[in-house]
Structure formats: C-alpha cells, structure tokens
C-alpha cells in the first residue's frame, strides 16, 4: 500500500488504546506502514485532536515496553493521529465523517476500517458505511483507493446472528476485504503449531487415535472480568473465548497437512475441522459442558464476578467452561478433546497437551510414580516453548523408570516471540493477506457446533458452579475425565511439572 487511513470505530475504546495504538506504534516504528499513514479514531467521547492524542499517549507509553518506546518516534507517531467525534449509531453522522476523511485524504488514499465497537454495531456500522458511499473505492486507477474492514470478535451472539452479519458484511464489502480477526491466531506461538507439525516429518506418524489418547486445551487467566463487566455480561466464556480462540486452537492441532499454506487451503482444512465436529445432543451438553462463575475468596483483593462493576447481582453468566468434544474423521474418532478457560484462576497461561497412548505392555514394574503416559506440551504463553514427557531409567540398581523432560524454549532460537499479535494481523491486512483471518463459514460452522449449547442453557438451565477466585474452577469439570485421568494445570514455568510448583 502507497498511503492509508486507517479508521477506528471505538476509537475512545479499551481496545484501541490497550492494543490496536500500541500496535501501530510499532509498526509505525519499524517503517512497515505506508509512507502516508494517518489514524482517525471516531468515537462518542468529545475529543479534539490534541485531547485524543494526549489521552493516548497516557497509556501508550505504559503499554509499550521500555525499550521499545522512543520519545520523538512517539511523538511523530501522535501526530498522524486525528479523531472525530460522532454518535455511531447514527446514519445521518457518517456523511459528516465522510467529509472529515476528505480533509485527511489524499485521493486515491486506501481505506482500512476496524471495528473495535461493541458487536451491537456491527449490523449498523457498515451498513451505514455504504448508504454514505464509504465502502467504494474512489479512484480509478485499479488497486488503489481499496476499502477492507478489520472485524473483533465475537462476530455474532449466535449462528442466526453470525448469519445476519455475515449477510450485512456481505452487502457491503467483497469477502475478501472482510478481515475476521481473531488475535490467537496473529501470536507465534500458535503459528508454530503449524510448524511443529507440519514442519517435523516425525510427528505426523503418531498425530491420530492410534497414538493420542486425549488432547487438552487450556487458556486461563488470573484477572477477573476488571472494567470490562458490562461486555462480558453480554458475552460470557463461551463467546469470549470458546467459539473463537479455543476452537482454532482445536482447528490447528486437528487439522489436516493443507496442501500449501496459502488462504483458502489452509482456511479450507480449518472448516473441515469444523465440520466434523460431533454435533452435541441435550445429554452431551448436559454431562460433557462445564460452566462456572468466580465467586468471592479468601485471597486478597479477589471479589466474585456478580461484585464486579456492570454486572448484574444475580449474573447467570459464566466466566469458567470446561468441555469434552470429539471429531468424527478417520485421524481423531473416539480421542476426547478436553477444551477449559476460564477468568480468576491461578494463573495466566494458554497451553495444549497432547497425551499419548501408553505402552500396550508394561515391562518396568518397579516405578514409585504413578505410571504417566508420553506427553507433548505445546506452550503458547508465557514462557513460550514445547516440551516432552518420556521415561528414563533411573541410574542403579534394579529397573526404576521415572518420567524427565525435553524440552525446547523460544530463548534457545536466539529471538522471543516479541511482536504483538495485533500487529501481525494489522500488518497482514494491510499487505491484503487474509490467511490468519477467519473466513465467514468459519464463524458460520463453529457457531453451528456451540450455538446448541447456548439453546440449551436457555431452555433447560443447568447448573452454573460457583468456584472461589483464585482456584482452578468447579471441581465438577474433573468429572469430564474418566479413570483416573484430570485436567493438567500448568506451572507458570513451562519445564517445571511439579504438582506444586509458581503459579
Ligand atoms: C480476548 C478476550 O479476546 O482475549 C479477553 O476478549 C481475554 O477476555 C483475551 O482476556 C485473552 O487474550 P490474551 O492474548 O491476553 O491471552
């Protein structure tokens, strides 16, 4: 791209400052955006120009790290950064903005659009774009002047709703322009599931039913819901996290090798994924879908999620979920797939196990430990690496087998994984690379699969477990197991697997 605009709806928003102008810094920073670059926040908060870019500066200069801010870069930065007051609600302002954009626009200037609104506007926003002619590239000349829209999730309450959407986004903007983001999928460690498997010709032998006796699947917190009480209200665990950020987790570590990695093969096998699915029945849900609400505890500072501010006293929303799913292809039939997220647990971390079948006959009796199976631990964060499980002889007399470690941290390919995932993505959209985006049958399949859950708790109530903050949630999403099997609950340290390690 020669010049952009790049227009944030919720421009006074949480995300906007915590992540998306943190984000464009950087890439500010690097010179990866185009020589002409200008941000226009819109919002309902009166701004002008000078207040906005006071008003984020204020926390840019606490998101960005130490060594990564640059006083004059910033300054630079701010001063490409405009903002227009509006209600945008209202179709009647967007011609207003329409006449603002052309006091910053060049001609044939490209226009990237981000919504980072509540999703209560995404059947307004672009509609209203298009009755004010915004989403028409004017310019003749052909690649120029081009319009895509970057989406937050959740894109859609339910599958009728992703469905309405997708058809109001559809009416607007070419699929291609749409960018669907989920920022999982932007952070390195998920890219390099990709590269774990498809990468290592070793793996590939061993990654179905035959080997793999269960998968889990954990991103937890340790923040409770915080100033974002009135959008989770709205929203809950399933949509936050499940439906989007879990599910695509799920998709990459299920999917099949695509042929080449390029947006529609890659894409393609993630909705094969989705497809297989096994649809969920009333008794599935029932006995296979866990949900919790933090409640009050003893630790300091941890109030329960109905004290939280924006939330209602008596909240049925859950902040904790735990599920069993299966696949039904030839690679995964019968191998559960334990998915679990939840807020105020005992610590932040995203990680996938991947637990190996055992030996078909034990030879070692004469181990203390109760006998563990292979496993392969894909850390996504923090302390960002993978590692295996194996047994090894301990030294001396007799045959005691004890299970060690091997593990590979991102230190040792001489680089941590820094970059921001928003940057990724926004970078992505510009150079109109859409790979890392969803693609609307996505949404559309992966609502089809979770939308049964949300039907059913409306119509049969089930329980909803309270668990203290602080802990790793309703003991009752242990059930999910069977024999003696339990939900892995991370260390913050990746190679350290100790029942009681550092949270
Ligand atoms: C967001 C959710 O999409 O992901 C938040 O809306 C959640 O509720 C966040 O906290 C987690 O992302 P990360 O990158 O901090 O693990």
């Known amino acids: 791209m020669e010049n952009l605009i790049f227009v944030i709806f919720g421009g006074s928003g949480d995300l906007t400052r915590r992540k998306l102008i943190p984000a ?8 990866r955006v185009p020589v002409f670059f200008r941000i226009l926040g819109v919002g309902r908060t009166q701004y002008n120009d000078e207040t906005y870019r006071a008003h984020l500066k204020e926390y840019l200069s606490n998101q960005v790290r130490n060594d990564e801010w640059e006083e004059d870069v910033a300054q630079e930065f701010l001063a490409s950064v405009h903002y227009f007051s509006m209600d945008q609600t209202l179709e009647s302002e967007y011609i207003k903005l329409k006449e603002r954009l052309g006091e910053i626009d060049l001609g044939c200037t490209n226009y990237i659009y981000y919504l980072a609104t509540p999703p209560a506007l995404y059947d307004k926003i672009p509609l209203y774009l298009k009755s004010s002619g915004l989403n028409l590239a004017d310019c003749n000349d052909v690649g120029k002047g081009v319009r895509r829209v970057i989406v937050e999730k959740p894109f859609g309450y339910d599958l009728d709703s992703a469905e309405r959407i997708n058809e109001i986004f559809h009416s607007v903007f070419k699929e291609e ?4 983001i989920d920022h999982f999928l932007g952070k390195e460690t998920v890219q390099n599931i990709l590269a774990l498997r498809f990468a290592n010709g070793i793996l590939e032998p061993i990654w179905n039913r035959n080997y793999v006796e269960r998968v889990e699947i954990t991103a ?7 100033s974002r009480g009135g959008y989770y209200e709205g929203s809950g665990a399933l949509r936050d996290m499940v439906q989007n950020h879990l599910v695509q987790l799920l998709a990459l570590v299920a999917m099949e090798p695509p042929r ?3 947006e529609k093969e890659f894409r393609d096998e993630v909705v094969k994924v989705y497809k297989s699915l096994k649809p969920l029945t009333d008794r599935d849900i029932e006995s296979n879908v866990i949900r919790g ?3 009050t505890s003893s630790l300091p500072g941890k109030i329960g999620y109905r004290q939280e501010k924006g939330v209602n006293p008596d909240s049925h929303t859950e902040t904790f979920l735990a599920m069993k799913l299966f696949i039904e292809n030839w690679r995964w039939e019968g191998v559960p797939f334990y998915i679990r997220t939840g807020k105020e647990m005992p610590t932040k971390v995203t990680e996938i196990v991947i637990h190996f079948r055992p030996t078909p006959h034990t030879l070692f009796s004469a181990r203390k430990e109760i006998p563990a199976n292979n496993q392969l631990i894909i850390r996504i964060q923090p302390n960002e690496g993978a590692l295996l499980k194996l047994d090894m002889k301990v030294p001396g007399p007799g045959f005691e087998v ?5 593990d590979f941290t991102y230190d040792k390919l001489g680089v941590l994984p820094t970059e921001d995932a928003y940057s990724r993505l926004i970078e992505d ?3 109109g690379e859409s790979v890392l985006f969803t693609r609307s049958d996505a949404v559309i399949e992966s609502w089809r699969f979770f939308d049964r859950i949300l039907t059913f708790w409306k119509t049969a109530n089930p329980p909803l477990y309270g668990y203290p903050a602080g802990t790793w949630g309703p003991l009752e999403s242990d059930a999910l197991f069977s024999g003696t099997a339990r939900w892995t609950n991370p260390c913050k340290n990746l190679i350290n697997t100790d029942l009681y390690c550092e949270l």
């Open 24 to 31: 464009l810094y950087n890439l500010y920073k690097e010179k």
């Open 177 to 180: 322009d749409i960018y669907r």
């Open 220 to 226: 937890v917190e340790n923040l409770g819901v915080g």
């Open 260 to 262: 080449q990695y390029n």
């Open 293 to 295: 609400q933090y409640t």
């Open 402 to 406: 004890k299970q060690v470690t091997m």
């Open 429 to 431: 959209c510009m150079n």
